[in-house]
């Protein structure tokens, strides 16, 4: 039972460009979001997070952007650099039913082209 | 304190031996994760502690998993009888868990891969 899922395994995107990645959940007791990055080897890195009472959440070139209704979230990098190249995970809470863990999605591959 | 470690990082076995995995989170975080991921799969949680209470434990966590963390500092995550299936990157990721409803973010270690052979 995948709760989180990110169907596109992998994208590519020019340098300078958008780079948008999606993530879909199924539990709607899910209120907390987060997008980690990681590079080969190491383990994931925390990029950005969103509470189920906002929209969106910005932080630099990072805005991620969360509708409930659809049960749905995305991540938008602006613009895309070569060193945003990793595989890039969303992952999602319940923290009154499901304690602190998070719920992740496979993961999308990203790379960005010079 | 420069973030979340995990020894060793690298770990070959041969299936049926034991092996223990050690995680030293960051240093004033209550809370520690331990999960797993396999190849195209992203992390699988299999369980958590605050402070030195081991508070869930994932379905995915056999008998032959057991995961300590005594003085509610460092943790131990030992695989006894280990299966050829039980190779995968092992991660830990620690938080501060502080009043209040939504957790906070979760920092996470480079991993200890494990192959069994």
């Known amino acids: 039972d995948q709760q989180v899922k990110q169907n596109s395994p992998s994208l590519s995107v020019q340098e300078g460009r958008i780079s948008i990645l999606n993530c879909d959940y199924t539990?709607?007791?899910?209120?907390?979001f987060l997008w980690y990055k990681k590079y080969p080897a190491e383990g994931p890195t925390f990029l950005i997070s969103?509470?189920?009472?906002?929209d969106k959440n910005e932080d630099g070139r990072f805005t991620v952007f969360l509708n409930k209704s659809a049960k749905h979230l995305s991540l938008h990098i602006v613009p895309s650099q070569p060193g945003d190249s990793a595989v890039y995970f969303c992952?999602?809470?319940?923290?009154?039913?499901?304690?602190?863990?998070?719920?992740f999605g496979q993961g999308t591959e990203l790379s960005v082209k010079p | 304190d420069t973030g979340v470690s995990q020894d060793p990082r690298h770990k070959i076995t041969k299936r049926g031996q034991n092996v223990t995995f050690r995680c030293d989170p960051i240093?004033?975080?209550?809370?520690l994760y331990w999960y797993r991921q396999t190849l195209g799969q992203g992390p699988e949680f299999l369980t958590y502690?605050?402070?030195?209470?081991?508070?869930?434990k994932s379905r995915l966590l056999s008998d032959r998993f057991s995961a300590e963390r005594p003085k509610g500092s460092f943790s131990t995550l030992e695989i006894q009888r280990t299966e050829q299936g039980d190779s995968a990157m092992y991660l830990c990721?620690?938080?501060?868990?502080?009043?209040?409803?939504?957790?906070?973010?979760?920092?996470f270690g480079p991993g200890t891969r494990l192959t069994v052979l």
């Open positions: 990721a620690s938080s501060l868990r502080t009043s209040g409803i939504v957790d906070n973010e979760q920092f």
């Open positions: 969103i509470s189920s009472i906002k």
């Open positions: 992952a999602a809470s319940d923290p009154y039913n499901q304690g602190g863990k998070l719920i």
């Open positions: 502690f605050q402070n030195e209470a081991q508070l869930e």
């Open positions: 240093s004033e975080h209550n809370r």
């Open positions: 539990n709607s007791m899910f209120d907390y």
